[in-house]
């Protein structure tokens, strides 16, 4: 009985003193947070998942597993490489890491300092962690997902102050700093199969729970260099209005937090403007 208990003890001892293996973040990947994944720090890229990432500004996620074709737990969670036994990674599908977005949709940040949009990871776990920081008085295009990325689903995005880097904002933070999962603002965009990309900006909701009535110090509009080719301008959040107040002919109301949208047809382009206050 000892010698079993004994053996059983080394056993146990040996199995647990293994360190868990990881896979690591290809090179040629952006990388983010503190592992390179875009996942939550605490949650490691270990055998047998898969291990979403970020991709440059204007580009989308290009990999996931094969059989998550909907939008709908666990599926909707197993986007990015497949982590393998050995530590090796390994792709779905025979293509790029990252693919173009449709480029029909950018952000003219008119402030004197950066701006972050901070991308949710669609397939994975919806943390605003893919980064886009947008430098004062400078334009970037945003990544617009046609109905060929996965499961058509949108590209969505958390609005920082300015001032705002994308290290400090594009994290998850706490309910009492207005960043990350706090950010005053949030937007989405996606282009269906007719060539229209649809564009939406709004007030978070979770900025609307935890900050009540607290005035944002900068606003966002959506214009168009062609507005013929636009329906639902003007569409604008702006601080001077009060709290929580949108303008636009195409606004509503979502989780107590109003929003508008902007539809640009044809394949024209659309931008949103950050402007201080």
Same mark, same amino acid.
């Given at each position: ?24 973040? *290809? ?18 890229? #270990? *055998? ?81 962690? #893919? ?27 958390? #609005? ?23 950010? *005053? ?22 900025? #609307?729970?935890?900050?009540?009535g607290k005035v944002p110090n900068f606003g966002i509009r959506i214009v168009c260099d062609d507005k013929s080719k636009c329906n639902g301008l003007e569409c604008e959040i702006n601080p001077k209005d009060g ?5 636009? *002919? ?28």
């Open positions: 009985m000892l010698f079993n208990t004994f053996f059983l003890f080394v056993v146990s001892s040996l199995v647990y003193s293994q360190p868990v293996q990881k896979c690591a973040l *290809p090179k040629d990947i952006v990388s983010v947070g503190t592992h390179g994944w875009a996942m939550s720090p605490d949650e490691p890229c #270990i *055998p047998g998942k898969y291990c979403p990432y970020a991709c440059p500004p204007g580009q989308l996620m290009n990999q996931w597993a094969e059989s998550s074709k909907a939008y709908a737990y666990p599926d909707s969670m197993n986007g990015g490489l497949k982590c393998n036994s050995d530590g090796s990674v390994s792709k779905s599908f025979d293509r790029p890491y990252c693919k173009d977005g449709k480029k029909t949709v950018s952000v003219k940040n008119k402030s004197g300092k950066e701006v972050s949009f901070c991308q949710t990871v669609l397939p994975g776990n919806e943390a605003m962690l #893919i980064p886009t920081g947008i430098q004062g008085n400078s334009e970037q295009v945003l990544a617009v997902p046609g109905t060929d990325y996965w499961a058509s689903t949108a590209a969505h995005y958390y #609005i920082n102050k300015p001032g705002i880097g994308t290290k400090q904002g594009c994290v998850w933070g706490k309910s009492s700093e207005d960043i990350g999962n706090w950010a *005053p603002y949030v937007a989405g965009m996606n282009m269906d199969k007719n060539g229209n990309t649809f564009v939406k900006i709004g007030y978070n909701p979770k900025y #609307i729970d935890d900050f009540n709290y929580n107040k949108v303008r636009g *002919p195409s606004k509503g109301v979502s989780l107590n937090a109003q929003y508008c949208i902007v539809t640009a047809t044809n394949y024209s382009k659309a931008k949103i403007e950050v402007f201080e206050v």
